[in-house]
């Protein structure tokens, strides 16, 4: 859990996580996402593999759809390593 300044969560649940400017701000936004659908959906295995399982895809598909071209833009840019 990120512990951010009070401030700064009261600044971010006022916009609707439309200002996050860190790192530690984004990581926060993202664990009271988790936090909300824990609380609707109650404790079991099920909700935690639920919200296990968002994560990881979300976290496959930004690495699919952005990273990996990203990474074969700057390979033609600067050459290969391997």
Same mark, same amino acid.
């Given at each position: 859990?990120?512990?951010?300044?009070?401030?700064?969560?009261?600044?971010?649940?006022?916009?609707?996580?439309?200002?996050?400017? =860190?790192?530690?701000?984004?990581?926060? &936004?993202?664990?009271?996402?988790?936090? /909300?659908?824990?609380?609707? #959906?109650?404790?079991? +295995?099920? =909700?935690?593999?639920?919200?296990?399982? &968002?994560?990881?895809?979300?976290?496959? /598909?930004?690495?699919?759809? #952005?990273?990996?071209? +990203?990474?074969?833009?700057?390979?033609?840019?600067?050459?290969?390593?391997?």
């Amino acid at each position: 859990m990120p512990y951010i300044k009070v401030e700064d969560r009261e600044r971010l649940y006022d916009a609707d996580f439309c200002n996050i400017e =860190t790192a530690g701000e984004l990581n926060f &936004a993202i664990t009271i996402l988790c936090k /909300e659908y824990l609380f609707n #959906k109650g404790e079991c +295995y099920q =909700t935690y593999n639920d919200i296990i399982g &968002a994560l990881e895809g979300c976290k496959m /598909e930004m690495y699919r759809r #952005k990273v990996a071209p +990203y990474e074969d833009t700057k390979i033609k840019e600067n050459s290969d390593v391997w």
